[in-house]
């Protein structure tokens, strides 16, 4: 299959799904997604810091290699180090706030 015809039918398919969404009732609608935003907001939650941390760790292990490898280079790969994982953590930050808002924008169904 053409990649052309795969993004036409995805476009259609997201097209149908959202024209059915949006014709839902609030009723029904806050049903469906308030129970359900606790659990996606753990699942959420858990990815975002289990993976965050996976990438913590291999950066901390590449920066020990080369400090080991090069220690004239430790200063410049310490300040790459410490610029590196507060970007990751940001990531980690940006995943809670988007759960949060998941969380409290359809609380529990109410």
């Known amino acids: 299959m053409s990649k052309s015809l ?3 039918l995805n476009t259609l398919a997201m097209v149908l799904v959202a024209t ?3 014709a839902a009732d609030e009723a029904a609608a806050t049903l469906v997604v308030g129970p359900y935003a606790a659990w996606a ?3 959420g939650m858990g990815v975002a810091a289990g993976l965050c ?3 913590q760790g291999v950066g901390l ?3 020990c290699d080369g400090t080991a490898r090069n220690p004239e280079a430790g200063g410049k ?3 790459t180090l410490i610029l590196g994982l507060a970007f990751i953590e ?3 930050i940006y995943a809670l706030v988007v759960n949060l ?3 409290f924008v359809k609380p529990l169904g109410a």
């Open 53 to 55: 941390g996976i990438g």
């Open 20 to 22: 059915a969404a949006l």
């Open 90 to 92: 940001s990531l980690a």
């Open 77 to 79: 790969i310490t300040v």
């Open 6 to 8: 795969k993004v036409i």
């Open 41 to 43: 907001t753990a699942l």
């Open 101 to 103: 808002i998941l969380l």
């Open 61 to 63: 292990k590449a920066a």
